[in-house]
T-cell receptor, first 112, second 114 residues
Framework: EAEVAQSPRYKITEKSQAVAFWCDPI?????LYWYRQILGQGPELLVQ????????DSQLPKDRFSAERLKGVDSTLKIQPAELGDSAMYLC??????????FGPGTRLTVT | GNSVTQMEGPVTLSEEAFLTINCTYT??????LFWYVQYPGEGLQLLLK?????DKGSNKGFEATYRKETTSFHLEKGSVQVSDSAVYFC?????????????FGTGTQLKVEL
């Protein structure tokens, strides 16, 4: 069964350092989502791609976060510089447009 | 705005007990409603959904009915198993035309004991 892949699964970084997460969606899924899930809360959408284009980044803190999906397949989410408050689970999901979202296992980020 | 409110956890039950996890929502119009489940160390999985009022979503023995009059979508299961232990998230699609923009509740942890 096809799955959304994410790496790394765990990342510990010091504040002010740069960190990057990678996501490989299910083959053929044009829509890709990045979510942040703070411990004890539900996921919050950071950015949504349709193919290589950003369709919603209204909740992305653009002063330190960036996301790209250059060839419309895999995607990278970057934080620079990381802050203590960025400690969270970062989830990637993919879907056919307007269909069910399939989630990856997530990357747990700890900023020290 | 759009929001989802879930009962706080953890909910601890004995195996074979009846489960209810409450979910209410605030939204413009009549959004599609979802329950997702997150097992330890894994991503979220869609458990069930309902797209219009009075629809009942069901899967793996879980059920939820879209109640427009009470703006609720409570999750139920008649007999829980230890393997049902997980975090359950209620969510709504806040986009017009089913654009798949999800707003999640804070999640309810379920622990099932022998």
């Amino acid at each position: 069964e096809a799955e959304v892949a994410q790496s790394p699964r765990y990342k510990i970084t010091e504040k002010s350092q740069a960190v990057a997460f990678w996501c490989d969606p299910i083959s053929g899924h044009a829509t890709l989502y990045w979510y942040r899930q703070i411990l004890g809360q539900g996921p919050e959408l950071l950015v949504q791609f349709q193919d290589e284009s950003v369709v919603d980044d209204s909740q992305l803190p653009k002063d330190r976060f960036s996301a790209e999906r250059l060839k419309g397949v895999d995607s990278t989410l970057k934080i620079q510089p990381a802050e203590l408050g960025d400690s969270a689970m970062y989830l990637c999901a993919s879907s056919h447009p307007k269909n069910e979202q399939y989630f990856g296992p997530g990357t747990r980020l700890t900023v020290t | 705005g759009n929001s989802v409110t879930q009962m706080e956890g953890p909910v601890t039950l004995s195996e074979e007990a009846f489960l209810t996890i409450n979910c209410t929502y605030t939204a413009t119009g009549y959004p599609s409603l979802f329950w997702y489940v997150q097992y330890p160390g894994e991503g979220l999985q869609l458990l069930l959904k309902a797209t219009k009022a009075d629809d009942k979503g069901s899967n793996k023995g879980f059920e939820a009915t879209y109640r427009k009059e009470t703006t609720s979508f409570h999750l139920e299961k008649g007999s829980v198993q230890v393997s049902d232990s997980a975090v359950y998230f209620c969510a709504l699609d806040r986009s017009a035309g089913g654009g798949n923009k999800l707003t999640f509740g804070t999640g309810t942890q379920l622990k099932v004991e022998l």
